[in-house]
């Protein structure tokens, strides 16, 4: 006859054996969970504090690479990153410490932040682990030229008028092709006399419904609501050869992205009630963007097609504030400012409401600009004269 077995206790030690282990598992969980939400605090904050300290460098005088390091100390931009950690790292987080480089690369500024962070166990302590668990991030921020950006005003700049040396600060004039400077620097007119400096906006037609003069007022006061870019591939390319890279990319004007080609507009800056809206963006003291092609005497002809067809390809954009218009042909006005940001350019406001010539011409303060753009990285590299402007922007590289 056989007996029955009784295999509770051994089923009381199995339980106890497994709650142990169930136990640990969930003690390390607990604390890799908490571990996990420190290190994407973390990440927030490498991302962060490599991109405001990059902002310090983009923002600062100059043009090169070389130029923004000398300019920013490095204890600046990195005391700004450490800033940056500790505004975002977890409560969870113990002790975070941060890493910081800055370095010249491909002609762009490199910020490098590596932080590093302790995060207290709690459950796991009690299975025999440590007391801490460590979790690190990095991120790299590079300051390049913007390839485009938002809020653009549609004015051709001729090539040949922006100075070679022009740098934040430098005051210069623009004037109105084939009006102003007689020399062989001078751009000529387009291909039809009447398309001046204004340009359309990207997917915009200042002739449509007969809204010209109104709609060219809402662009010098408000930019254009698209993009502005400069046609790609440019790299390395000077002369004719240049010219023949811009034309070639331009046989019509942009109307998808990316918008480089820019088509003519006849309306005229000095005409009707225009000027209030160049003496409203004077007064704002708004650092803008214009769009510059290249001088005829440079690249050869680039403008190709005549009137409201005449297509202007985009070589570079200009980060200027406008400080004065003289117009002395239509309109015999003129309104300038040297005061506020326009402070550089004060003796020039005065000699340009002395001025009693017909000139047509704006009064010009080259600045830095930051501008929105695409992820991709640029086709151009910092002091590169062909296309960087001041026009900066900074985006995560790593």
Not at 259 to 269: E, I, T
Not at 310 to 336: D, E, I, N
């Amino acid at each position: 006859m056989s007996r029955e077995r009784d295999e509770g206790g051994a089923i009381a030690i199995m339980t106890a054996l497994l709650s142990v282990a169930l136990l640990v598992v969930g003690a390390f969980s607990v604390d890799i969970g908490m571990a996990y939400t420190s290190r994407m605090a973390l990440q927030t904050a490498a991302d962060a504090g490599a991109l405001a300290a990059a902002a310090t460098y983009a923002g600062a005088a100059g043009r090169s690479c070389t130029d923004l390091l000398g300019a920013v100390p490095e204890a600046t931009a990195r005391q700004t990153a450490e800033r940056y950690l500790t505004a975002n790292r977890s409560a969870l987080t113990t002790t975070a410490t941060g890493t910081f480089t800055a370095r010249c690369a491909d002609g762009t500024v490199r910020v490098g932040f590596d932080v590093q962070g302790d995060t207290a166990t709690y459950l796991g302590r009690l299975a025999g682990a440590g007391e801490t668990l460590t979790s690190s991030a990095h991120a790299t921020a590079a300051v390049e030229v913007a390839p485009g950006g938002d809020g653009l005003r549609p004015l051709g700049i001729c090539g040949a008028d922006v100075p070679a040396s022009a740098a934040p600060g430098t005051v210069w004039r623009t004037y109105a092709p084939g009006d102003g400077l007689a020399s062989a620097a001078s751009c000529p007119l387009p291909p039809t006399p009447g398309n001046w400096w204004t340009l359309d906006c990207p997917g915009e037609n200042a002739d449509d419904g007969g809204n010209g003069q109104a709609q060219l007022y809402d662009e010098i006061s408000n930019g254009c609501s698209l993009p502005i870019t400069a046609v790609s591939g440019q790299e390395g390319l000077t002369g004719t050869v240049l010219g023949a890279r811009l034309r070639a990319a331009c046989p019509v004007a942009s109307s998808t992205p990316p918008y480089a080609c820019l088509s003519g507009d006849p309306g005229q800056p000095d005409a009707g009630q225009v000027e209030n809206a160049w003496a409203g963006l004077i007064d704002s003291g708004t650092t803008v963007g214009l769009p510059v092609f290249c001088a005829p005497g440079t690249c050869g002809p680039t403008i190709t097609g005549t009137g409201t067809s005449a297509v202007f390809p985009v070589q570079r954009v200009v980060a200027v504030t406008v400080c004065g218009y003289h117009f002395g042909k239509q309109l015999k006005k003129r309104y300038s400012s040297g005061i506020g940001a326009c402070a550089p350019a004060n003796a020039d406001a005065g000699a340009l409401m002395a001025d009693d010539s017909e000139k047509n011409y704006l009064l010009l303060v080259s600045r830095t600009l930051f501008a929105s753009g695409t992820t991709q990285a640029t086709g151009c590299s910092l002091g590169d004269a062909g296309c960087d402007g001041g026009l900066r922007r900074v985006r995560l590289v790593q």
